[in-house]
């Protein structure tokens, strides 16, 4: 069984730019979620899908941050404009109940 | 929210020997999970725990829940151990949001 895949593994932008990233979950996972890693700290949840809709985005700071999961399978989040507090590792997991999550390889954000 | 607390914070230990890493919750918690995060990064799940003992080889974990508590025990430590070992767990009404400690940074020496 395949795993959770993200891309791109690294990314170094400028503040004010914008940026994105993108999460295929776990063949038939119906829930994806995006975390916020920073340095020295456990993730952090950022939003919650269930299928094609939103279940949580209570902590995503949203005059900057969007995501979206088209067609219940794949998911983007995208940061603009970016900060220097934004620079941390954004994790994608997924599960199939609302159990057992399982993480993707994470995206390394620097923001110079 | 929940607030999740871990112990010890930093651990250093000599290849095969034991350890054990707790993990204190404020509030209810169901559905607890223990993650062990690599030096590359990558977050394992090691177990889904909401109450009891479970083991996996080396690896063990007992949740007593009425008390708010986890812990995970590792027997035999070996270098391939090292990492950051993360408790989570969402409490009820949460929908499921993880709310994950500080982590344990465990570093084990040849």
């Known amino acids: 069984e395949a795993g959770v895949a993200q891309s791109p593994r690294y990314k170094i932008i400028e503040k004010r730019q914008s940026v994105a990233f993108w999460c295929n979950p776990i063949s038939g996972h119906a829930t994806l979620y995006w975390y916020q890693q920073i340095l020295g700290q456990g993730p952090k949840l950022l939003i919650q899908?269930?299928?094609?809709?939103?279940?949580?985005d209570s902590q995503l700071p949203k005059d900057r941050f969007s995501a979206e999961r088209l067609k219940g399978v794949d998911s983007t989040l995208k940061i603009q404009p970016a900060k220097l507090e934004d620079s941390a590792v954004y994790l994608c997991?997924?599960?199939?109940?609302?159990?057992?999550?399982?993480f993707g390889p994470g995206t390394r954000l620097t923001v110079l | 929210g929940i607030q999740v607390e871990q112990s010890p914070p930093d651990l250093i230990l000599q290849e095969g020997a034991n350890s054990t890493l707790r993990c204190n919750f404020s509030d209810s918690v169901n559905n607890l999970q223990w993650f062990h995060q690599n030096p590359w990064g990558q977050l394992i799940n090691l177990f889904y725990?909401?109450?009891g003992t479970k083991q996996n080889g080396r690896l063990s974990a007992t949740t007593v829940a009425t008390e708010r508590y986890s812990l995970l025990y590792i027997s035999s430590s070996q270098t391939t151990d090292s990492g950051v070992y993360f408790c989570?767990?969402?409490?009820?009404?949460?929908?499921?949001?993880?709310?994950f400690g500080k982590g344990t940074l465990l570093t084990v020496n040849p």
């Open positions: 899908f269930q299928n094609n809709g939103v279940v949580d």
């Open positions: 997991a997924s599960s199939s109940t609302l159990g057992t999550q399982y």
């Open positions: 989570a767990g969402p409490y009820e009404g949460s929908n499921y949001k993880l709310t």
């Open positions: 725990i909401p109450s």
